[in-house]
């Protein structure tokens, strides 16, 4: 039921800045934690940022002062601002929903939006 669909990914420059945005739909947006995974050429799918539903933000190690988590109740769209980029950041990224019912735990994925950070 829930749906949700990326935009914003693309080809940016070592140092540039790229903004992700996630819509979701087909449920009640604030009852998700919402998050951004990637998953670069050969590794596995890593966590880059999750925000809750009371807004508490969580970073992987490598992308803490760089990028920053948001979420519009307003707009069901959560976003991911991607500043200072490196080639390490080249990856597929992810866009989560997450819900817990008491000991069920609801996971939906976007696609996917491809981030290439080359010169």
């Known amino acids: 039921q829930v749906q949700l669909v990326e935009s914003g990914g693309g080809l940016v420059q070592p140092g540039g800045s790229l903004r992700l945005s996630c819509a979701f739909s087909?449920?009640?947006?604030?009852?998700?934690?919402m998050g951004w995974y990637r998953q670069g050429p050969g590794k596995q799918r890593e966590l880059v940022a999750n925000i809750t539903r009371g807004g508490y933000r969580k970073y992987a190690d490598s992308v803490k002062g760089r990028f920053t988590i948001s979420r519009d109740n307003a707009k069901n769209t959560v976003y991911l601002q991607m500043n200072s980029l490196k080639p390490e950041d080249t990856a597929v990224y992810y866009c989560?929903?997450?819900?817990?019912?008491?000991?069920?735990?609801?996971?939906?994925w976007g696609q996917g939006t491809q981030v290439t950070v080359s010169s």
């Open positions: 087909g449920s009640i947006f604030v009852l998700f934690n």
């Open positions: 989560n929903a997450g819900q817990a019912i008491g000991i069920r735990r609801d996971d939906y």
